[in-house]
């Protein structure tokens, strides 16, 4: 008998046509966010779930459907499954990194540079037909990138790729603040120099936060940092909902404590602080970093690889390629 799985949200149909060659497979091809309860229910007998950031996987859901065993994950973040809990029930999680390292720096540099630049005030200026003046030398003055220095708080796969962009392509001076400093070929391959956070906040015309989500970086941007930010400065966020307190940003923008934020997550998305979107100052787009369809494609492709190699008898390998919990591996009675 075959396994059953559950793919929570509408993906490709090359990715559900290759599931159903491993598996009995139940997909969500109407796309509804479905509530903890509702997807409780559709878990029920079922031994794998391909997830998205908007499911939470936690221990209650776990008790009421015992015969989960791999939560697959689309995506590099995963604070939306409690994976002590998972790891408790010797339930497998996995994510998707690597594949969207690029596309997403690609993105946040895009991001950077319409914050920097005022691309979305100035494009509802012309959308309002307010454009009637040409050549005025202060209209929607903004700031340069290039020879600029970038802050980056969290210094992992996107961090790294980030900084290549602004040494190598736009000749800025990068510094970067991390749990831990890179070895240092790795900072001079990067042209990037380690500062404490507090310097970093000090020192950067432009910061970008890529830090990954956890209880240590909850509103790790909160009213003290963005008070030793430069009242010229900009930051974006393009790492989770809650690492930067949305509320202070939100105030420090409408005073002008800062020149301006892009922001592509947000606590509590999908609502937004009404404040941010009060704030001309402020570029704001729904959670798309990865959003490229060879990135999206390939993230599906990755969480699918894992729960085939996970439950899948006939796989070609039962060595899921990206476990977060690769004990819970030891405790499986795998094939050699």
């Known amino acids: 008998m075959r396994e059953s799985v559950l793919v929570t949200r509408a993906t490709f149909p090359s990715i559900t046509d290759r599931l159903r060659e491993h598996f009995d497979v139940l997909d969500n091809s109407s796309d509804t966010i479905w509530s903890q309860p509702e997807l409780i229910q559709r878990l029920q007998n079922r031994s794998g779930a391909v997830v998205h950031g908007s499911d939470r996987i936690d221990g209650t859901l776990l008790d009421a459907c015992p015969q989960l065993r791999a939560v697959c994950n ?3 973040g995963y604070n939306n499954i409690d994976v002590e809990a998972c790891t408790l029930r010797r339930v497998l999680v996995t994510n ?8 997403t720096a690609d993105f946040g540099f895009a991001l950077l540079m319409a914050t920097a630049r005022r691309i979305t005030e100035s494009e509802h200026f012309v959308r309002r037909g307010d454009w009637t003046i040409t050549g005025r030398y202060d209209m929607f003055v903004g700031s340069d990138i290039h020879d600029t220095t970038l802050g980056i708080l969290g210094m992992g796969r996107i961090g790294q ?3 290549r962009r602004g040494a190598f392509g736009f000749d800025m001076r990068v510094i970067y603040h991390n749990r831990s400093r890179l070895a240092p070929d790795v900072e001079a391959s990067h042209r990037a120099h380690y500062v404490d956070k507090d310097t970093l906040l000090r020192e950067s015309d432009h910061l970008v936060i890529v830090v990954p989500y956890s209880k240590s ?3 790790a941007i909160a009213t003290r940092e963005l008070a ?3 009242r010229t400065a900009t930051l974006v966020n393009i790492a989770r909902g809650g690492v930067v307190d949305d509320a202070a940003l939100a105030l420090a923008l409408n005073e002008h404590r800062i020149a301006a934020a892009g922001l592509d997550v947000f606590e509590g998305e999908p609502r937004v602080h009404p404040d941010l979107l009060d704030a001309s100052n402020v570029v704001l ?7 490229s369809v060879a990135t999206r494609h390939a993230m599906a492709s990755l969480a699918t690889d894992n729960l085939i190699a996970a439950l899948a008898p006939n796989a070609p ?3 899921p390629p990206t476990p977060v919990n690769p004990e819970v591996l030891q405790s499986w009675d795998l094939p050699k």
């Open 228 to 230: 030793l930010m430069k």
């Open 74 to 76: 689309i995506g590099v």
């Open 217 to 219: 970086s909850h509103h």
């Open 285 to 291: 787009t729904p959670h798309i970093g990865s959003a």
């Open 161 to 163: 790729a980030i900084a």
């Open 96 to 103: 998707t990194p690597d594949v969207l390292t690029d596309t």
């Open 317 to 319: 390998t039962r060595v």
